[in-house]
């Protein structure tokens, strides 16, 4: 049982380009998110996922999109990557969406965007 | 709207010292209120929670936090900090309604000196 993963550790980008964060969790979790890191921001929601098939936006969705076609995988694709997005990513599942249990965290992704 | 404060951006202590965490919350219905700790460079992972019931919970690694709805508030504490428990650690909020979805505070620094 690997919990929640997230690939890549470290990522370096230009502005411009795209990429995808990958997220996967073996826990056969319903609810699904990622939310990014900043100094003194604490973690901010970027989208949801309540079920497979089923994304919404956070607090801050801007430049980013998500789909959710299995139910063990929530990828976030930065469409074109901006100095702005410079920050840790992190990917969290709950068992179901039905009450704020226990989320469980990946290890994040660290993102410089130059 | 939903938020969490944290007041104290960084915190020091000697190591054996009792140990307080603040944090506030704004919530329009039942709060479901939780802990995390990060240490460097590493994923978040619960410490405690708060649902429903005895207001004082118990945590891992010998934390416990008071729920005091009339103040809002849902301070952490542990009597005697050992050297381990520096990191940072987040308040998050969460409700019973729509999907759920957490929102953390800003984050206290815990620094533990000999």
């Known amino acids: 049982n690997a919990g929640v993963t997230q690939t890549p550790k470290f990522q370096v980008l230009k502005t411009g380009q795209s990429m995808t964060l990958q997220c996967a969790q073996d826990?056969?979790?319903?609810?699904m998110s990622w939310y990014r890191q900043d100094p003194g921001m604490g973690l901010r929601l970027i989208h949801y996922s309540v079920g497979a098939g089923i994304t919404d936006q956070g607090e801050v969705p801007n430049g980013y999109n998500v789909s959710r076609s299995t139910t063990e995988d929530f990828p976030l694709r930065l469409l074109s990557a901006a100095p702005s997005q410079t920050s840790v990513y992190f990917c969290?599942?709950?068992?179901?969406?039905?009450?704020?249990?226990?989320?469980?965290f990946g290890p994040g992704t660290r993102l410089t965007v130059l | 709207a939903q938020s969490v404060t944290q007041p104290d951006i960084h915190i020091t202590v000697s190591e054996g010292a009792s140990l307080e965490l603040r944090c506030n919350y704004s919530y329009g219905a039942t709060p479901y209120l939780f802990w995390y700790v990060q240490s460097p460079g590493q994923g978040l992972q619960l410490l405690l929670k708060?649902?429903?019931?005895?207001?004082l919970v118990q945590g891992i690694k010998g934390f416990e936090a008071e729920f005091k709805r009339s103040q809002s508030s849902f301070n952490l504490r542990k009597p005697s900090v050992h050297w381990s428990d520096a990191a940072e650690y987040f308040c998050?909020?969460?409700?019973?309604?729509?999907?759920?979805?957490?929102?953390f505070g800003t984050g206290t620094r815990l620094t533990v000196i000999p």
């Open positions: 998050a909020v969460g409700g019973a309604t729509g999907a759920n979805n957490l929102f």
């Open positions: 708060y649902f429903s019931g005895d207001t």
């Open positions: 826990m056969n979790h319903e609810y």
């Open positions: 969290a599942s709950r068992r179901t969406s039905g009450r704020p249990d226990t989320q469980y």
